[in-house]
C-alpha cells in the first residue's frame, strides 16, 4: 500500500512539473513559434512571474518584501502584469534588432534578472531565497471550512461526516486536499486556459499576421502592417504566460532561490521541449513538455546509479543524453512530434 501512495505521489508531481513547463513551453511557442522571436532569456521571465506571486501571497517577513498575503489567483495575475511589463521595457529596446541579435540580448536581460535577485536581499532575501510560500486555496479546505459545508447536508449524513473528518481518515483526506493533488489541479486549469488563449490567437486575423511575419516579414511590412509593433505584442504576451508559469511553479514548490531559475532548467529544457513537440503547434508544445520532462525525469537513474561521489558528471550526462535526443529528431522529424498544419519542416 506505501508503494502505491509513493507511486501515486511521484506521479502527481511528475504531472504537476510537466505542466507547469507546458505552460513556459506555449509562452515560448507565441514569441517563436508564431513569430519567429529567439527569445533565450526564458528563465528571467520565469524568474520575474515567481518572485511576483511569492511576495504578493506570502505573509510578512522580515528578510524580504512581502506581507500582502493576497489570494493565489491575485498572485498569478500579478506575476503575468509584472512579467509583461519587463517585456514591454526590453521589447522597445530589442524589437528592431535582427533574430540573432536579440537571442544575444535576452541572454544577458536573462542574467541581469537573476543577479538582481540574487544581490537585492531587500526584496528577494537573496540566495537564502523566499520560503514559506502557500499552496494554492490551502486556506479554503481547512477543518472549518469543510465542517461548514457539511452542515449543508442532512443531519444524519452531516454528523457521519463530521465523525470522519475528526478521524485519522479525515486528516489524511485533509493532507491530500491541501497539498499536491490540490496544486496539480490548479496547474492542469491553468494550463487548459494559456492552451485556450494561445490558440484563439493563433487561429485570429492577428496570429495569421504573426505567421506571416516569421515567413516573410519584408512582405508584411510591404503590405502596412506595422510589424514591428506585432512582434512587440507577440514577446509581451510570450512573456505574460512565462509569468504566469513563475507563479504555478513558486506556489506549488514553495521556496524559490534564484538557483532555481538557472538557464538549464529555465531555458535550454523549454526549448528542447518546443522543438521537440512542434514549434508554431500548440498541442505540439504541449506534448515536447510532456514527452522531455518524462525523459529527463527518467534519466535520474544516471545520478541513482553512479552515486553521490558522480553527482556532477551523471548531471553532465542527463544534459548530453537529452541534447543528443534534440539531435535525432531534428534529423528524423525537424518539424517536431507535432507538426504545425500546412508545413513540412523548417527552412
Not at 541581469?112 to 528577494?124: D, P, V
Not at 510570450?238 to 507563479?247: C, E, P, Q, V, Y
Not at 514548490?253 to 521537440?276: C, K
Amino acid at each position: 500500500m506505501m508503494e502505491w501512495a509513493g507511486l501515486l505521489t511521484y506521479g502527481v508531481f511528475f504531472v504537476t512539473v510537466a505542466g507547469i513547463y507546458a505552460v513556459l513551453t506555449l509562452g515560448l511557442n507565441v514569441q517563436f513559434g508564431f513569430t519567429g522571436q529567439i527569445n533565450i532569456g526564458i528563465a528571467g521571465f520565469f524568474a520575474v512571474g515567481a518572485y511576483t506571486s511569492a511576495i504578493l501571497t506570502t505573509a510578512a517577513s522580515d528578510h524580504h518584501l512581502g506581507g500582502f498575503g493576497l489570494p493565489f489567483p491575485i498572485g498569478v495575475a500579478g506575476a503575468m502584469v509584472a512579467s509583461a511589463l519587463v517585456a514591454v521595457v526590453i521589447g522597445w529596446v530589442t524589437m528592431r534588432l535582427r533574430t540573432d541579435y536579440l537571442a544575444i540580448a535576452t541572454i544577458g536581460i536573462a542574467e541581469i534578472i537573476r543577479l538582481a535577485l540574487k544581490n537585492e536581499e531587500w526584496l528577494t532575501n537573496g540566495v537564502r531565497g523566499v520560503p514559506a510560500i502557500p499552496r494554492p486555496f490551502s486556506e479554503t479546505l481547512e477543518f472549518d471550512t469543510l465542517a461548514g459545508l457539511a452542515g449543508l447536508l442532512p443531519d444524519p449524513l452531516e454528523a457521519t461526516v463530521l465523525e470522519v473528518l475528526s478521524g485519522p481518515l479525515g486528516a489524511a483526506v485533509l493532507e491530500v486536499l491541501s497539498g499536491p493533488l490540490v496544486s496539480l489541479v490548479v496547474v492542469l486549469v491553468f494550463l487548459a486556459l494559456a492552451w485556450w488563449m494561445v490558440e484563439r490567437a493563433r487561429v485570429s486575423p492577428w496570429g495569421r499576421v504573426l505567421r506571416a511575419i516569421r515567413e516573410n516579414e519584408d512582405g508584411v511590412r510591404a503590405a502596412g502592417k506595422d510589424v514591428v509593433r506585432c512582434r512587440l505584442q507577440a514577446f509581451v504576451l510570450g512573456s505574460a504566460i512565462m509569468g504566469m508559469a513563475g507563479a504555478l511553479y513558486a506556489n506549488f514548490v514553495g521556496f524559490i532561490s534564484p538557483e532555481a531559475f538557472l538557464p538549464l532548467y529555465g531555458t535550454f529544457l523549454v526549448w528542447v521541449m518546443l522543438i521537440a513537440g512542434g514549434a508554431g503547434n500548440n498541442t505540439g508544445a504541449l506534448v515536447g513538455a510532456f514527452v522531455i520532462w518524462l525523459l529527463w525525469s527518467a534519466t535520474q537513474f544516471l545520478t541513482d546509479a553512479l552515486g553521490a561521489e558522480y553527482a556532477t558528471q551523471a548531471g553532465a550526462l542527463r544534459v548530453l543524453l537529452i541534447g543528443v535526443l534534440l539531435q535525432v529528431i531534428l534529423i528524423l522529424r525537424p518539424q517536431g512530434l507535432v507538426p504545425e498544419n500546412g508545413r513540412k519542416g523548417r527552412h
